[in-house]
């Protein structure tokens, strides 16, 4: 065998495995899941016709939907704006010199290691029995009243949770970017008489800039492809956000065509977060 | 950046004697200290409360849910495992985990670097085309996948249902971030180390295990680590792939759920067994997660 061709033999032996993989599960049922969404598959029935693009225009008109997003859309902003603020304010209490500084990274850190099904069901109980328990004792009716009983209150509910169980994985990222300040830039401003919020203000926050548009991005594409938490914490029509309404059109009320519809208009919208990103951060890299 | 450096330089030079003071510390610093622990605590609050309710009967849970248990008794636990069927539970995500990130390791770092050495037009392609797998979420393939999937039957092996298949379909969605961590680190080892292994007639196979291999230590670390909590905790691909045939903890828990939701007491029990291996897991090795985190995170 040639040089030449035994390096190719070795490239695709070295490629290939992963390559074969990734295309199996994701290439190829990405394609196929466009071919779907021009049709009226049930999952079931070897017989269907083709409908165009119906399957999209008929989202306008799909009220959960357009419900579905609508509340994905405010419970990311809600959330973006919650996880890094506590985040931040975790990362910023434990870069300053505490004696148990590192202790307490790992102690809020904790929470993130569990998925979010076992969460949802740990908070189930905190909900359900704790609160309305404590509120009991304390004979107040609007605490006695579980948050999940209600929409808006669930969805509250759903913010704490994930900002609970989010803000120790924010504040790890924090605390690079943080350690990143040279601390004698801090110190140079106090001695030139910047009090504690000038410094925090104009060094602090611009040093971090990096690192804060990375936790923005990854809170976004993260509380907007929430579903673990939503599937066992708050599973109602009325806090169902976009990725557990594509489950159930698809999984639950079988319907292909329309479930893998919304799965691209999903996929866009992740899409476009993720590009932004990029964008940002290249941006940043040439400023750098 | 730079202005500020040398800016800073000079900054620092005529400040050097004021600095011991304002680093000591002092009782601001306690107080914020006290304050971080109060957190911690209220932090840590569901943890504590469903492991005390873990040993209490279901009437005391309600009577009595935020005081320590009359007596500790362990029968919720072994209910609970009994159950929740726990033993091949947990022996099922512990082998699909080691599994899959046994080969993801080794695919994507083998991958990683050939695309990295040999810096063709196909490379760049293919090496886009892996990275591009990073930004699809799970819910744009999964329902073409699960139909795509239970076709593929090869003689008696089939990928729905099966251990190896979860294990494949794993590694098809995890090599995209793992070959961008591997990629990125591997571009700065200089290419010198392994051009003499081949000299000394190292075949491709033995300069990658014997070589680049122990190289990539540290990157290896964090693929591993991330990859672990990610397969670990994922709930929705076995359930819709090996639920039924399969239990893993995520999926014991769910179907514990359905049937026993209101059994509160077997529940916490069931819950504190769940998370127990990834907190030990979490305490070994603690220092490259978060380390982990922080390199998968700053892509």
């Not at chain 1, 990362?91 to 500084?101: G, H, Q, W």
């Not at chain 2, 699909?96 to 990295?116: D, E, H, R």
Request: aromatic letters at 14%; hydrophobic letters at 50%; charged letters at 15%.
């Amino acid at each position: 065998m040639s040089k030449k061709s035994k390096d190719n033999r070795d490239f695709w032996i070295f490629v290939g495995p992963a390559l074969f993989a990734m295309t199996m599960v994701v290439i190829i049922p990405f394609i196929i899941g466009i071919y779907y969404t021009f049709t009226n598959w049930n999952g079931a029935n070897s017989k269907y016709d083709f409908v165009g693009i119906s399957n999209y225009i008929g989202l306008l008109d799909d009220t959960q939907f357009i419900y579905s997003l609508k509340i994905t859309l405010a419970y990311t902003f809600a959330s973006v704006l919650s996880i890094n603020f506590v985040g931040f304010g975790l990362a910023y209490a434990v870069t300053r010199k505490l004696k148990t500084s590192n202790f307490l990274r790992t102690g809020f850190f904790m929470p993130n290691l569990i998925g979010g099904l076992i969460l949802g069901f740990i908070w189930q109980f905190m909900f359900n029995s704790v609160f309305t328990g404590i509120g009991k004792g304390l004979g107040s009716t609007v605490l006695a009243t579980s948050l999940l009983q209600e929409p808006t209150t669930a969805m509250f509910a759903m913010l704490i949770v994930s900002t609970w169980q989010y803000a120790g994985y924010i504040m790890v990222i924090y605390v690079a970017a943080l350690e990143n300040v040279p601390a004698d830039l801090i110190e140079a401003a106090h001695i030139d008489g910047a009090n504690g919020w000038h410094t925090f203000r104009h060094i602090t926050i611009p040093m971090v800039r990096q690192g804060m548009t990375i936790c923005l991005f990854l809170t976004l594409a993260n509380s907007f492809k929430l579903f673990d938490l939503n599937f066992s914490l708050t599973p109602l029509k009325t806090t169902e956000m976009l990725a557990l309404n594509i489950y159930k059109e698809a999984f639950v009320l079988n319907n292909m065509g329309i479930g893998q519809a919304k799965a691209i208009i999903f996929f866009i919208l992740v899409t476009a977060i993720s590009l932004t990103q990029v964008y940002f951060n290249k941006k940043k890299e040439v400023e750098a | 950046m730079e202005a500020n450096k040398s800016l800073n330089k000079v900054e620092q030079s005529k400040s050097a004697k004021k600095l011991k003071t304002l680093n000591s510390y002092t009782g601001k610093l306690g107080v914020l200290e006290i304050f971080a622990w109060l957190l911690l605590i209220l932090y840590m609050t569901p943890f504590y409360l469903m492991f005390i309710n873990s040993f209490k009967t279901r009437r005391e849970i309600f009577a009595n849910t935020t005081g320590l248990p009359e007596v500790w008794n362990f029968k919720n636990y072994l209910d609970a495992m009994n159950r929740m069927d726990m033993i091949s539970s947990f022996t099922n995500s512990m082998i699909i985990t080691i599994g899959s990130v046994i080969l993801i390791l080794l695919f994507s770092s083998m991958a990683a670097w050939v695309l990295v050495r040999d810096a063709t037009k196909k490379s760049k392609i293919i090496f886009y085309v892996f990275t591009s797998g990073m930004i699809v979420p799970f819910q744009a393939v999964m329902l073409p996948l699960v139909k795509w999937m239970a076709k593929i039957q090869v003689g008696p092996f089939k990928i729905i249902g099966t251990h190896y298949g979860l294990i494949f379909m794993y590694i098809g969605f995890g090599v995209s971030m793992s070959i961008f961590l591997y990629h990125g680190f591997i571009k700065g080892i200089p290419k010198e180390v392994e051009e003499a292994a081949t000299i000394d007639g190292c075949s491709k196979w033995q300069t990658y295990t014997k070589v680049i291999l122990p190289l990539l230590k540290p990157t290896t670390v964090t693929v591993a680590v991330l990859n672990s909590i990610w397969v670990w905790n994922d709930f929705l691909l076995p359930f819709l792939t090996v639920n039924g045939k399969i239990n893993t903890i995520p999926l014991a828990m769910n179907n514990f759920f359905g049937a026993f939701s209101k059994q509160w007491e077997l529940a916490m029990a069931a819950l504190i067994l769940a998370i127990i291996p990834i907190i030990i897991f979490y305490f070994f090795v603690q220092k490259h997660i978060i380390a982990g985190i922080v390199q998968g995170s700053i892509k």
